[in-house]
């Protein structure tokens, strides 16, 4: 399973910037996928997953400034991210995982990440 993380950069706050994810080697269609972003020092986080039916799910922080879609023609992942606000510095991985009811469980395939930079 390979897993590829692009449009990452760096951005005054309040822009924009979108990231988009391929992935190959698994069965796409059938796959729940995620973003998770980790900052200096901090732990990885969650910042929303989408379903294989096309259901999204939101870290409360991110909430209405971004938007999780699915692609299934392309095997692909975006996330439009408006609004940024430095706190969303970090490096942001695409992942292939599970849902149950609203609780997303990672499989262990992680992209090499993109980084994202907001200044103030």
């Known amino acids: 399973v390979q897993l590829q993380a692009s449009g990452g950069g760096l951005v005054q706050a309040g822009g924009s910037l979108k990231l988009s994810c391929t992935i190959s080697g698994t069965p796409f269609r059938t796959s729940a996928m995620a973003w998770y972003r980790q900052a200096p020092g901090q732990q990885r986080e969650m910042v929303a997953y989408i379903t294989n039916g096309g259901s999204t799910n939101y870290e409360a922080s991110v909430k209405g400034r971004f938007t999780i879609s699915r692609d299934n023609a392309k095997n692909a992942i975006n996330l439009q991210m408006n609004s940024l606000k430095p706190e969303d510095t970090g490096v942001y991985y695409c992942?292939?995982?599970?849902?149950?009811?609203?609780?997303?469980?990672?499989?262990?395939?992680w992209g090499q990440g993109t980084q994202v930079t907001v200044s103030s």
């Open positions: 992942n292939r995982g599970s849902v149950s009811g609203t609780n997303y469980s990672p499989y262990n395939y």
